[in-house]
């Protein structure tokens, strides 16, 4: 079951509350949402997540770029929100990643040959986003896991990066890798109103229309795969936080706010 937010100036925003977990639960509502980008939040939207929902930290995974040419978005004049911005560079495009126009095979793909197939490709920039920034990451996940209220992590489609967080929250937290996924690939529900959002905005425009829009397409194999090097590689998504400074503290936090 999708856990939709209903907001006027975004598409892509829901619950990570109400997911299976391994032993049985269920993860809890009303404290991390995911969403895409809340630059075009109206007034309403506003009264919405911070009024009702409680939102008090936004985790905003945007470039510089990004951030710079679309604005820092209506929640930043709200003086109970607290801002995270940590960039991971981002999916694609000349205004939102430096590196994914030009591919380097042993960079982005060092778990593999030289195959730059759609699959690879994809999983290749999620494990970028570790790789290059992985400060970034541990942060987001801790401002993921603060208590005074809810958080939201976005990016700009609320897809790729604000997935791979997604995913790795619901990891630490302990929800079923089926549950993860079907997550992940529920932003192909909304996938035409994202683009059609984006498409208006100069930032992403040219970006986007380079591609087609299948290309977009969240694919459950894309983040299976990613998941997959990360247990190969070290031992479990659990095993690359540990040695990058995820503690139990962190662990326990996470699972305080996802978890009954």
């Known amino acids: 079951m999708t856990r939709w937010i209903d907001l006027e100036g975004a598409v892509n925003a829901r619950d990570l509350g109400g997911l299976p977990t391994r032993d049985g639960g269920v993860t809890r509502s009303g404290r991390i949402f995911r969403a895409d980008n809340l630059q075009g939040l109206t007034p309403r939207d506003v009264d919405l997540l911070v009024g009702e929902l409680n ?30 911005h940590l960039t991971l560079f981002a999916e694609g495009g000349r205004h939102t990643d430096v590196e994914a126009d030009t591919i380097d095979g042993e960079r982005v793909l060092p ?50 990066r604000t997935g791979v967080l997604a995913a790795l929250a619901l990891e630490i937290a302990g929800v079923t890798r089926e549950a993860i996924v079907e997550d992940y690939v529920a932003t192909g529900e909304r996938l035409e109103l994202i683009l059609k959002r984006l498409r208006a905005s100069d930032t992403y425009r040219g970006d986007l229309d380079s591609r087609p829009a299948d290309d977009h397409m969240p694919r459950a194999k894309y983040l299976e795969q990613f998941l997959g090097v990360l247990d190969d590689r070290y ?24 978890r009954d």
């Open 55 to 84: 939102l008090r930290h936004v985790v905003d995974l945007r470039s510089n770029a990004e951030v710079a040419l679309e604005g820092p978005g209506p929640l930043t004049t709200v003086p109970e929100v607290r801002h995270h």
């Open 111 to 160: 778990w593999a040959e030289r195959v730059l197939d759609e699959e690879l490709r994809v999983t290749g920039f999620y494990f970028g986003y570790l790789r290059d920034r992985p400060s970034a990451v541990v942060a987001a996940l801790r401002a993921m896991s603060l208590d005074d209220g809810a958080a939201v992590v976005h990016c700009a489609a609320g897809k790729d």
């Open 235 to 258: 031992g479990g998504p659990m095993g690359w936080l540990a040695q990058h400074g995820w503690t139990v503290a962190d662990t326990e936090a996470m699972r305080g706010r996802l």
